[in-house]
């Protein structure tokens, strides 16, 4: 209307001109909005409401995974609304019932585009992703009518376990009628049935082919590698991926994959490009999907031509790896040496990190973990359940802890010793094998420089003053015995890396990033020191025997001098996990 008014009048406007254009291409919507919960959060809230209603002789906590598929399937087929108007339930699950809610809201307000995607952190099992379907249904979100819906269910498998078993639950899920009718036609059936209401008009939908339909799967880097290490999570999510690949492809179903990276190449961070290239066979087709976190907002996108460049770079990777497909990934020998390595990296990281009797107060003892629970940046809450046990800590807080204190052990312990077991039973002949992998796989060559990179950043003498200094006396030397034992693992994987890769020096072969790390390390040593000894003076605050105050300055302006530590090194080290 102002285009035809300002054409009428005999003016013309450029700037409004490029307005229309780009709302005719992209739309209104710039960023869609991903709402992402915690797996047993659902099934807490569905066996809270069904215990108030009664409708089961027991609670649903306590059906066997086939029983609950069984009754979940039966219900999303009702009519009838399950959950009643006013919520009579306790806050959490008044809360999750609300969320679905106010997504419905947004659809009705702003139009489905708007919020699509429904993330399952933590799917374990089938009934992971039919719970929050048939939450959607009671909200509004899934027409039982038409089996139509206005969101994507997409699961997150996040652990070793739940990687292995990603095909299996996605093969049982795509072999119910019910979730496939879902996938065919859901989205865009609904989308038009919402359009229609807000015009107040009629529309008739035609089923898309199955060809068609699209499946997104999450896949988390950062709980893997806390579990099994950095080499053993990478291999199996690459593996994931081929499966799950093949799974969609019997059924005709297209697949995303959604990559859950951190900015630490603990938690999947390093160089975009290489990463993307690394990806096994066909699985990017065109798509993918990736998580920017933390410093790397900053880093990659403040800057107009930063971000340009980072997207160009992006899309160049996907593009170059649906087009020229990798074959290596295919070869069997190759894969059955991987998974050896791998197993044997899994082995030698959980000896160290859930094996020795010592190491969780070790961790404790000398990271800033429990400072850095206290800061606004990272994951919060820091642990999933508030108990002081590896298990229930958050994989952000765990690799940030490492990074602070410069052992930046996630993404590195395991891989050396590894390698040098490999490379024992004929040293000469597997060390040109390694180097051939090194030059001719992608998915080898990835791990290596994210491994090279991460050992540049890696400062064992500052790591060593942590330890020094903010170990209670008592435990000071079964504590240097863990240190002795990070330190030679150091010493060993670097040698082999720098063996595989022909440098002399770490990041040899790419001179600006060396320069880069180099700089960076040189700025934050002091930083170092002074954290340690805000540390220092935190925990010591109170003396154990009068109680008296002994520091000049107050418990708070302790802790707020060490939080500033804290993110200056995050800054310069350009990892907050």
């Known amino acids: 209307m102002i285009r035809r008014s300002l054409v009428e009048t005999g003016l013309e406007c450029r700037d409004l001109e490029n307005l229309i254009c780009q709302v005719e291409i992209y739309g209104f919507n710039l960023a869609l909005l991903d709402i992402r919960q915690e797996s047993s959060r659902h099934s807490d809230a569905i066996a809270e409401v069904l215990d108030y209603l009664q409708l089961l002789p027991k609670s649903y906590n306590d059906l066997s995974e086939e029983e609950r598929v069984a009754w979940l399937a039966a219900e999303l087929k009702t009519r009838r609304p399950l959950i009643p108007t006013e919520l009579p339930f306790s806050e959490k699950v008044n809360e999750i019932i609300a969320t679905f809610r106010m997504v419905r809201q947004l659809h009705m307000e702003f139009g489905p585009q708007i919020c699509q995607t429904y993330i399952i952190s933590m799917s374990h099992h089938v009934s992971d992703l039919l719970e929050v379907l048939l939450l959607a249904k009671e909200a509004g979100l899934y027409d039982p009518a038409t089996g ?59 089923p898309t082919v ?17 579990d099994s290490g950095f ?64 410093e790397v907002l900053a880093s990659k996108y403040n800057l107009p031509d930063l971000a340009l460049y980072n997207l160009e770079t992006v899309a160049t990777a996907v593009i170059q790896g649906s087009l020229l497909h990798s074959s290596v990934d295919e070869i069997a020998p190759w894969n059955e040496i991987m998974e050896e390595l791998a197993a044997s990296s899994r082995q030698h990281y959980r000896a160290l990190i859930y ?29 999933r359940k508030g108990k002081k ?3 229930s800590l958050r994989a952000i807080p765990w690799v940030f802890s490492w990074t602070q204190a410069r052992f930046l052990l996630p993404a590195w312990y395991g891989v050396g010793s590894a390698l040098e077991e490999f490379l024992a039973e004929d040293p000469e002949e597997r060390l040109k094998l390694l180097r051939y992998f090194y030059q001719k796989w992608p998915f080898f060559k990835m791990v290596i420089s994210k491994v090279e990179m991460t050992l540049a950043k890696v400062d064992l003498q500052i790591a060593e003053h942590y330890v020094r200094e903010l170990t209670q006396p008592e435990d000071q030397e079964r504590f240097h015995v863990l240190f002795e034992q990070i330190a030679e693992e150091f010493r060993i994987t670097s040698e082999i890396i720098l063996t595989i890769t022909g440098h002399r020096r770490l990041l040899d072969g790419d001179p600006d990033l060396q320069r880069s790390v180099h700089l960076r390390n040189g700025t934050i040593v002091p930083l170092g020191f002074i954290q340690v ?23 708070e302006e302790l802790l707020r001098g060490a939080l500033l530590t804290i993110n200056g090194i995050a800054a310069g080290m350009r990892n907050t996990g």
């Not at 899920?173 to 015009?199: D, I, S």
């Not at 199955?210 to 806390?226: A, H, R, W």
């Not at 000894?533 to 418990?555: F, Q, W």
């Open 210 to 226: 199955m060809g068609t339909s699209l499946q997104e799967v999450m896949l988390g880097y950062s709980d893997s590698n806390k």
């Open 148 to 206: 139509t819906g206005a969101i994507q269910v997409v699961p997150l498998f996040e652990t070793v376990e739940d990687l292995r078993r990603a095909p299996a639950v996605m093969r049982e899920l795509f072999e119910m009628p019910l979730y496939r009718a879902f996938l065919a036609g859901g989205y865009e059936a609904h989308t038009a049935e919402v359009e229609a209401q807000k015009a107040e008009t009629t529309v008739e939908w035609v």
């Open 389 to 391: 046990t590896l298990s």
């Open 355 to 383: 094996e020795q009797e010592d190491f969780v107060e070790f961790f404790h003892q000398v990271t800033p973990i429990e400072e850095i629970s206290q800061l606004q940046i990272s994951s919060r809450p820091a642990r």
């Open 231 to 294: 080499l053993s999570s990478n291999w199996e999510i690459h593996k994931a991926q081929q499966a799950l690949q093949a799974t969609a492809d019997d059924f005709g179903i297209a697949l995303r994959i959604f990559h859950g990276r951190g900015g630490s190449v603990g938690r999947g961070g390093g160089p975009a490009y290489e990463a993307i290239l690394a990806q096994p066979g066909t699985s990017l087709n065109g798509r993918i999907k990736i998580t920017e976190q933390g």
């Open 533 to 555: 000894a805000l540390l220092k003076r935190l925990r010591h605050y109170r003396s154990a025997i009068s109680g008296v105050i002994k520091s000049r300055y107050s418990r």
